[in-house]
């Protein structure tokens, strides 16, 4: 079967910019201790309803939040992405932590597999048509009771970006509003436990729209 094309570009994209990608990563993180609070209260509430827990961090890019998880928050985590490239450089980064090449709508996980899932900005990348399919596909590897974590930019357009860090790219940015999230979510067998909108932030380039996170868990 034929890959949709914005698979193709979305790869192709973040191949070209993984290095670079990797360093924006960390820093963003490292400067947003709300962020660091909500992972935390995530990787709490995984932590106390599975005695014996892995996440995935799916769409993991350079493996920020595996990585996060694991060292700073102590869950087994590990990840997937669309990018070799990126996946190169997540596991060169985490030493320690598996990390995969795959696409988040098709996961090689069994059912039931993982005890919780971080979407961080991966789903901004999926087409409307697809989103609920891959809400789906989470929902499937996730126990009874598993948790999912989605972070996004907040908005209802699309952001297309054909150069970044000087290099041709192909990338649409899908800017989602929470409601909409969570009726997919809530399509796909989850209640929604948490949402959250943090403000922009001026002094940002990667924050200046807001920056919406749901939290939600799959029915026990
Ligand atoms: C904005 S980056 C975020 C990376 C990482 N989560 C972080 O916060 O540092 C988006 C990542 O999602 C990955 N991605 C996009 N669509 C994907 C898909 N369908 N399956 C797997 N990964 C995907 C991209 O390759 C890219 O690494």
Not at 62 to 73: D, E, F, K, S, V
Not at 76 to 93: F, I, K, Q, Y
Not at 94 to 110: Q, Y
Not at 165 to 178: A, E, M, N, Q
């Amino acid at each position: 079967m034929t890959e949709p094309a914005d698979l193709t570009a979305t790869r192709a994209g973040y191949d070209a910019l993984a290095e670079q990608y990797g360093d924006l990563s960390r820093a963003s993180l490292d400067a947003a201790p709300l962020d660091r609070a909500l992972l935390g209260a995530f990787a709490e509430s995984v932590l106390a309803d599975h005695p014996d827990p892995v996440v995935l961090d799916a769409g993991c890019g350079p493996g920020t939040i595996a990585g996060h998880l694991a060292r700073r928050l102590g869950v087994p985590a590990r990840g997937v992405d669309l990018s070799p490239a990126m996946v190169e450089h997540a596991r060169r980064a985490h030493p320690g932590i598996v990390f995969d090449v795959g696409e988040m709508g098709a996961l090689a996980l069994a059912d039931s597999s993982v005890a919780g899932l971080v979407a961080w900005y991966s789903l901004i990348h999926v087409p409307a048509g697809r989103r609920q399919d891959v809400l789906r596909e989470f929902g499937r590897v996730l126990r009874p009771g598993g948790h999912v974590l989605l972070a996004f930019q907040v908005g209802e357009d699309t952001l297309y970006l054909d150069e970044a860090f000087g290099r041709p790219v192909r990338l649409d940015f899908h800017r989602l509003l929470p409601d909409d999230v969570a009726a997919l979510l809530e399509g796909a067998g989850f209640d929604v436990t948490a949402r959250l909108v943090r403000a922009p932030d001026p002094g940002s380039v990667a924050a200046r729209i807001p920056q919406g996170f749901l939290m939600a868990r799959k029915a026990a």
